[in-house]
């Protein structure tokens, strides 16, 4: 019968510990360093997506509530084209566009 009750007791500890950490604020899920990851993964895909950018030369990193590129492209247009997509990624506020054109 203790057993029983102790299994019981893990469950709802572990139920009440999974509820507890999903009780979190928009800002505070923004701030783990998981979900800048994921923002930074999301740009980068968009950017890796589309053809002819050079986005392997593209390096995105989270800041506050935006991202920073960083990195190289191959014109002015390319530099451009890349902020307008990476602006276009859901959760992204603001886009510090510091890509540089090698010509």
Same mark, same amino acid.
């Given at each position: 019968?203790?057993?029983?009750?102790?299994?019981?007791?893990?469950?709802? %500890?572990?139920?009440?510990?999974?509820?507890?950490?999903?009780? !979190? !604020?928009?800002?505070?899920? /923004?701030? *783990?360093?998981?979900?800048?990851?994921?923002? #930074? *993964?999301?740009?980068?895909?968009?950017?890796?997506? *589309?053809?002819?950018? %050079?986005?392997?030369?593209?390096?995105?990193?989270? /800041?506050?509530? %935006?991202?920073?590129?960083? %990195?190289?492209?191959?014109? #002015?247009?390319?530099?451009?084209?890349?902020?307008?997509?990476?602006?276009?990624? /859901?959760?992204?506020?603001?886009?510090?566009?510091?890509? /540089?054109?090698?010509?």
């Amino acid at each position: 019968m203790h057993v029983n009750n102790f299994c019981k007791a893990l469950l709802l %500890g572990g139920w009440l510990l999974l509820l507890a950490g999903c009780a !979190t !604020t928009d800002q505070q899920v /923004e701030q *783990t360093p998981r979900a800048e990851a994921v923002l #930074e *993964t999301r740009v980068k895909a968009a950017l890796l997506e *589309t053809p002819g950018l %050079g986005a392997a030369a593209i390096i995105v990193r989270k /800041e506050g509530q %935006g991202v920073v590129l960083s %990195g190289f492209v191959e014109s #002015e247009d390319k530099k451009d084209q890349a902020e307008e997509i990476a602006a276009g990624v /859901e959760g992204v506020q603001r886009v510090d566009n510091q890509l /540089e054109v090698k010509y």
